[in-house]
């Protein structure tokens, strides 16, 4: 049974940091591609960052410089740091993973508060 399964949302001010997991279950960790995803209110989900198997790291325009994601393959997790929050940045934050198919977290709602 595959998993993901987010943490550490929550509400800061702008301007705060916030730092999400996504511990993963049932899947090869180490060769699965990972993502963080977004949505917020009426809007399309949209891809935030990318780790690759590799370690390669790839960001939306809109939070580079800002968010840093990394990952730990000993603990099957993924995390993504987020610093200098927008009020923009309110959404609810999934994880999305896998070596073949993909999967996704339920999610977890970050609240920036201006």
């Known amino acids: 049974q595959v998993q993901l399964v987010e943490s550490g949302g929550g509400l800061v001010q702008a301007g705060g940091s916030l730092r999400l997991s996504c511990a993963a279950s049932?899947?090869?960790?180490?060769?699965?591609?990972m993502n963080w995803y977004r949505q917020a209110p009426g809007k399309q989900r949209e891809l935030v960052a990318t780790?690759?198997?590799?370690?390669?790291?790839h960001y939306a325009d809109s939070v580079k410089g800002r968010f840093t994601i990394s990952r730990d393959n000993a603990k099957n997790t993924v995390y993504l740091q987020m610093n200098s929050l927008k009020p923009e940045d309110t959404a609810v934050y999934y994880c999305?993973?896998?070596?073949?198919?993909?999967?996704w977290g339920q999610g977890t709602q970050v609240t920036v508060s201006s």
């Open positions: 999305n993973g896998g070596a073949t198919l993909m999967y």
């Open positions: 780790i690759t198997t590799g370690g390669s790291t």
């Open positions: 049932g899947i090869i960790f180490s060769r699965s591609n």
